[in-house]
Nanobody
Framework: QLQASGGGSVQTGGSLRLSCAAS????????EAWFRQTPGKEREFVGN??????????SYADSVKGRFTISRDNAKNTVYLQMNSLKFEDTAVYYC???????????????????WGQGTLVTVSS
């Protein structure tokens, strides 16, 4: 089970940190990702972190590159999304996903991920 939290309301330029904690049976976690969705639109890739030794390689959508950072705390089975310099267009429901297997390619599709959290709402206002 994945539990996303940390959403809320923030002003333009502000920051939020989202968390995605895994509980229950141990998941095989090759990669974790954050996606976001607004009403009437498809879920959109935000960024991911792939298991790579003790750390992890990350990749981001161009729209958030340089502002958002994904990190992982393996001891807590938690993945974070630090969001800085938030913009109005970052307003969305944010979802965390876990991929249990390695896939070729950048892993930016919803279908690349096997497990999902329930979503947490981020609202950015001026």
């Amino acid at each position: 089970q994945l539990q996303a939290s940390g959403g809320g309301s923030v002003q333009t330029g502000g920051s939020l940190r989202l968390s995605c904690a895994a509980s229950g049976r141990t998941l095989s976690r090759y990669a974790e990702a954050w996606f976001r969705q607004t009403p009437g639109k498809e879920r959109e890739f935000v960024g991911n972190i792939r298991r790579s030794g003790s750390g992890g390689s990350t990749s981001y959508a161009d729209s958030v590159k340089g502002r958002f950072t994904i990190s992982r705390d393996n001891a807590k089975n938690t993945v974070y999304l630090q969001m800085n310099s938030l913009k109005f267009e970052d307003t969305a429901v944010y979802y965390c996903g876990v991929a249990s297997r390695h896939l070729a390619g950048p892993m930016v599709r919803v279908s690349d991920y096997d497990y999902w959290g329930q979503g947490t709402l981020v609202t950015v206002s001026s």
